[in-house]
């Protein structure tokens, strides 16, 4: 049990350097979100320390658009 909560410590801590990477880059501040943006700010999340290394994931989606 004591490796879990540490692992679980460990991965918040991971996440939290991410929202803060996320945070400085201003990914946070669009008025207009869409799906690239969106993705931006997870992936650069999920990324968490390895932003300060050089890591700057991007995220390019384009959905469909419905008929006419």
């Keep these: 049990m004591r490796?879990?909560?540490i692992l679980g410590v460990i991965v918040?801590?991971?996440?939290?350097i991410?929202?803060?990477a996320a945070g400085q880059r201003g990914y946070?501040?669009?008025?207009d979100t869409n799906c690239a943006?969106?993705?931006?700010i997870l992936v650069t999340i999920v990324a968490g320390?390895?932003?300060y290394i050089g890591a700057?994931?991007?995220v390019?989606?384009?959905l469909p658009e419905p008929s006419k």
Excluded: F
């Design 60 to 62: 390019d989606c384009k």
């Design 56 to 58: 700057n994931p991007k």
């Design 12 to 16: 918040v801590i991971w996440l939290v």
């Design 18 to 20: 991410g929202a803060v």
């Design 37 to 40: 943006e969106a993705g931006t």
């Design 28 to 31: 946070y501040s669009g008025d």
């Design 3 to 5: 490796g879990t909560s």
């Design 49 to 51: 320390p390895l932003n």
